[in-house]
């Protein structure tokens, strides 16, 4: 299923920013630094399952728990 990167990584920043703009641009900050640059993913992204190792892997590093499972 096509997207399911694009909407881990959007649960990812959910979680950690809380609403919080700031905490936004600073979670996706960090998802850089870490290898990943959430604006190269999109709905229509095909799912890698190297990429979304990587995303879950980070989830864990950043401390947040993914609800989203895979389909």
Known sequence: ???QIKR?????VEQRAKGNPL???TTR???IFKGLNPARFHGGSP???K???KVR???VDLGVEL????E
Do not use: N, Q, R
């Open 1 to 3: 299923m096509a997207g």
């Open 8 to 12: 881990l990584i959007d649960e990812i």
């Open 23 to 25: 905490l936004v641009e």
């Open 29 to 31: 900050a960090k998802l």
């Open 47 to 49: 799912d890698d399952p």
């Open 51 to 53: 990429i979304i190792a």
């Open 57 to 59: 892997a980070i989830a």
């Open 67 to 70: 609800e989203f499972e895979e």
